[in-house]
């Protein structure tokens, strides 16, 4: 029903962090168009109440209509390889070969200068924006390949490319998911796998609770008096992305809300 560009109806969508912010939207935009699901995340409750509203269990209701046609949840910590390459080789049978992966779970932590940051922040950082996506890449990838069908999508940021000040490490993983997503598509030259980079603007989700490790009020101050862009926007993008045709890849997709721009050089006078 949905799927001309991966020629198959229900297509089995692979979404990491998805108990939370743009990854339950993004699931929540799937499942409205009968897509098969796999959830994963840490916190598992928060994936099987999702489970329930998809399948048509809970109250919600999914864009679009429709309900998923499968769901199945995934306690992962994507930063573990090896939990990474079992929860992949332990799929149902039914879910197994992914047309589309989105590697979504992520975040920054903390918005010190370099000198002053918490050098467990940047290694959480990397761990998860950088080596969680590469763990889930590496394990689909080759299926994908084998059946010359299949969508990464990763979910940067503009962090990647407009510096600004306590992004130091944040930034510095996204331009990393940017130019990855771009060598990707140097080695997939020859196959029909696709790979889009999406990077986001300001957003409200729990992104800045999280960066700001549970300060309601300071994540809160964010986004005052401005109207960011929502997760169901990052959804409409991803999904956009993912069924046009089959023969165009979006390589980077930049959004932001309107109430944001850019500050240009800071420039420090004596
Ligand atoms: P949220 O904090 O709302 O959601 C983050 C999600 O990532 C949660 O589902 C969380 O699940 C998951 N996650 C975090 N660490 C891990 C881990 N080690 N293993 C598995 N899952 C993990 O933030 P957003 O929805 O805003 O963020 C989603 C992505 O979008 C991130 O990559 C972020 O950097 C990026 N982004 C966000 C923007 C914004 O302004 N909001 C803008 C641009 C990009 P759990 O804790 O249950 O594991
Ligand atoms: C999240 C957007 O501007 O806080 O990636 O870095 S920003």
């Known amino acids: 029903m949905m799927h001309a560009a991966l020629n198959d109806p229900t297509p089995v969508v692979f979404i990491t962090g998805a ?23 840490r916190r598992y409750e928060r994936l099987e109440a999702l489970a ?4 048509g269990g809970g109250a919600g209701s999914s864009p679009g209509g429709g309900r ?6 995934v306690r992962l910590d994507v930063r573990d390889r090896g939990a990474v390459d079992r929860a992949i080789a332990e799929l149902p049978p039914e879910l197994s070969e992914v047309s589309v992966l989105v590697n979504n779970a992520g975040g920054a932590l903390g918005l010190s200068p370099a000198q002053t940051a918490d050098p467990d922040d940047w290694e959480q950082m990397v761990d998860t924006n950088i080596k969680g996506l590469l763990h889930c890449t590496r394990a689909l990838l080759p299926g994908m390949v ?23 490490v944040y930034g510095a993983c996204k331009a990393f998911v940017a130019q990855f997503s ?4 140097a080695d997939l030259l020859g196959s029909r796998v696709r790979v889009t980079d999406i990077e986001p603007g300001m957003a409200e989700t729990e992104f800045s609770l999280v960066r700001f ?49 850019f500050a240009g050089f800071a420039v420090k006078r004596a």
């Open 146 to 168: 084998a059946r010359d069908r299949g969508h990464i999508i990763n979910i940067g940021s503009v962090a990647a490319e407009t510096p600004y000040p306590g992004s130091n």
């Open 68 to 73: 998923a046609a499968a769901v199945h949840l």
């Open 19 to 41: 108990s939370a912010g743009f990854g339950a939207a993004i699931a929540r935009r799937f499942a409205g168009l009968g897509a098969r699901l796999v959830l994963a995340a």
């Open 213 to 261: 490790k549970g300060d309601q009020e300071r994540a809160a101050a964010v986004y005052q008096g401005v109207k960011p862009l929502s997760a169901e926007d990052v959804a409409e993008a991803v999904v956009w992305c993912a069924t046009l045709p089959e023969h165009v890849n979006v390589n980077r997709l930049e959004l932001m809300p309107v109430m944001q721009a």
């Open 182 to 185: 771009l060598n990707l598509r």
């Open 52 to 55: 329930a509203e998809l399948t």
